[in-house]
DNA sequence: CGTTATGTACACCGCCCTGTGTGCTTACGG
DNA sequence: CCGTAAGCACACAGGGCGGTGTACATAACG
């Protein structure tokens, strides 16, 4: 624990604020939303005083977008790079959300902050564009005619599946499943998924690091 | 515009007060979110007295559910009822949304408020599942094997389009057209879309009134 | 006409929000 | 062991919020 973090100016020492911080944002943002959480709360949960978390993070605004690089990827993250899987399984793997997730914390976020400039919400779009670069990639590896078609395809029904979660209080994500079994099935030419790895051309367009949902 | 309205307690006369703030409500509302629209901003806009719109709402929570009931119905509206076109037709028509659309309100609603209680979240599950019976409904007169299944898809890939189109900033009802031709024509046997008035028997199970999108 | 419901103007309350100023304590690292 | 910086406690500023109290104006209907 003596030298854990770097601040952004790349300071030493520190016991782990910001640290508690994010992890205390990760929490009280997804349970109550980002505008139903005050500054207070938010520092109470972390055992942060006030002015350490604006020593940090120069206001809200910046928290949030880190709180949304740094969220845990746990939902769809490693799926992409399951190799035990077939790239059709592994696009199929992806609607495979344990129901204990609340809701997809970039569309949550994009509809709170209502502004489409704000660096969270830049941050939510750039995420989006680069799940669905992965579906692509995934689709192709699986040999799909028109890869990029289907990664969108599926990213539209993994946003579905959330908020109708969300509105409806009630998993949808087997119903978004249900669908991307059909278009993938029709989308793949030879729809036997036998091959372990044929072409891995991938003449890739998704530079772009993905993590969780 | 002798006698145009009535209170909640069905009163008598008035100029009209209600409805403007309603008005105003459905554009401050959709255009800044419902929490960052204030009664203060809203009553100006409106140009109501605040008391007057606390004599007409009890709160700032009945208001909005009123917003949400009041609704303009005009993204989805008559596509139900639209004689001249097939079951498989109107099926789709619900997917031609004008691109002026903002977002669904209901979605808005229900993330902004964060209470599955609060009655506007009440009011957008219940219209949910309205449209959903709704396309249940068109999908059995078109002849589809599994109408409950699949108006639910297409009511998924409805709200997927609004949510990805506010994340992305980008129309992704076309995306969700695509899918759901596949998916009614996977569903419906006989893929002939010749018959213009089948079945109406419409064992209906919605009962609420169904509006936009 | 007068009564009564309706709408208005404006100040006001208490609450919570983001964000600071100030001074004190702690712990690391030389 | 001491300097320095990270962190803390506390109070407070400034503003927006939802919501109300009071006194006055107006329109409808008897």
Redesign the interface.
């Known amino acids: 624990m003596t030298e854990l973090e770097k601040g952004p100016q790349g300071r030493r020492r520190g016991r782990g604020a910001r640290e508690r911080i994010l992890s205390a944002s990760q929490q009280l943002f997804r349970e109550?939303?980002i505008?139903?959480t005050g500054m207070d709360q938010l520092c109470a949960a972390a055992q942060v005083s006030k002015r350490t978390a604006y020593q940090h993070f120069t206001g809200k605004d910046e928290l949030v977008a880190e709180y949304l690089r740094r969220f845990d990827p746990s939902v769809l993250s490693g799926v992409f790079d399951r190799t035990d899987l077939t790239p059709r399984e592994r696009l199929l793997a992806a609607f495979d959300v344990p129901p204990t997730t609340p809701?997809c914390p970039?569309?949550?976020a994009?509809?709170?902050l209502?502004d489409?400039e704000h660096p969270a919400s830049r941050y939510?779009?750039d995420y989006?564009?680069a799940v669905a670069a992965r579906l692509a990639d995934t689709a192709r590896e699986a040999g799909a005619a028109d890869p990029e078609?289907l990664g969108?395809?599926l990213?539209?029904?993994?946003?579905?599946?959330?908020?109708?979660t969300?509105?409806?209080?009630a998993d949808?994500f087997p119903?978004?499943a249900?669908?991307a079994a059909?278009?993938i099935d029709?989308a793949i030419p030879a729809p036997s998924p036998r091959r372990p790895s044929g072409d891995r051309g991938t003449t890739g367009s998704a530079p772009v690091p993905v993590g969780g949902q």
């Open positions: 109550q939303g505008n139903r809701l970039y569309i949550g994009a509809v709170e209502h489409p939510a779009r989006k564009k078609q969108e395809q990213a539209l029904l993994l946003d579905g599946a959330a908020a109708r969300r509105v409806l209080n949808a119903t978004a249900a669908i059909v278009l029709n």
